[in-house]
T-cell receptor, first 113, second 118 residues
Framework: DAKTTQPTSMDCAEGRAANLPCNHS???????VYWYRQIHSQGPQYIIH???NNETNEMASLIITEDRKSSTLILPHATLRDTAVYYC??????????????FGKGTLLTVNP | NAGVTQTPKFRVLKTGQSMTLLCAQD?????MYWYRQDPGMGLRLIHY???????AKGEVPDGYNVSRLKKQNFLLGLESAAPSQTSVYFC?????????????????FGEGSRLTVL
């Protein structure tokens, strides 16, 4: 799996957009970008994933650069409840028998009132 | 629909004692996983299972054993607990490939089991 690089921490004002960057410069053509988050003491929660097109769901938007070497998770209107560690993960979605995800240290996003 | 349930949520052991963590899922998922999380670190995969009766090693399998006798349950055992196994343990489950298009690759996690080994 390709290595990802994320900032250790970020701050965001409540109600503003939170933009979380992720660098995955060694990503290969069949690797997907996944985002999860972990609110303090809870299990990680899936947010969104994408291959090369931008994606949006009810939680967030995922913007992947054209060369796919980096991506940005956007929380359009951050709330205090969005304070969490956000993990960017690159994983092959193959026809094989395992879908193990490797979690790095992620970015601690703190949403301030 | 409870999702993924882990028991117990908290446990304190003495070095050398044994115990079993139980993970149960009610989503009919094929795949199940055990991760551990230590302070300041991400989650590390201990063992996983791609179906009833099958198990495989993850990144940090030493000192742990697992069993998947029933599809809905995945057990993590510590035969002789060591202080280095003090951690928060997370179980997860997911669908397997083969479902109709739209499978997200999402893992569903339990709330964690905090284990302290003295």
């Amino acid at each position: 799996d390709a290595k990802t690089t994320q900032p250790t921490s970020m701050d965001c004002a409540e109600g503003r957009a939170a933009n979380l960057p992720c660098n995955h410069s060694t990503i290969s053509g069949n690797e997907y970008v996944y985002w999860y988050r972990q609110i303090h003491s809870q299990g990680p929660q899936y947010i969104i994933h994408g291959l090369k097109n931008n994606e949006t769901n009810e939680m967030a938007s995922l913007i992947i650069t054209e060369d796919r070497k980096s991506s940005t998770l956007i929380l359009p209107h951050a709330t205090l409840r969005d304070t969490a560690v956000y993990y960017c993960i690159v994983r092959v979605w193959s026809g094989g028998s395992n879908y193990k995800l490797t979690f790095g240290k992620g970015t601690l996003l703190t949403v301030n009132p | 629909n409870a999702g993924v349930t882990q028991t117990p949520k908290f446990r304190v052991l003495k070095t050398g004692q044994s115990m079993t963590l139980l993970c149960a899922q009610d989503m009919n998922h094929e795949y199940m996983y055990w991760y551990r999380q230590d302070p300041g670190m991400g989650l590390r995969l201990i063992h996983y299972s791609v179906g009833e009766g099958t198990t495989a090693k993850g990144e940090v399998p030493d000192g742990y054993n697992v069993s998947r006798l029933k599809k809905q349950n995945f057990l993590l055992g510590l035969e002789s607990a060591a202080p280095s196994q003090t951690s928060v343990y997370f179980c997860a489950s997911s669908y397997s490939i083969g479902l109709a298009g739209g499978w997200t690759g999402e893992l569903f996690f339990g709330e964690g089991s905090r284990l302290t080994v003295l």
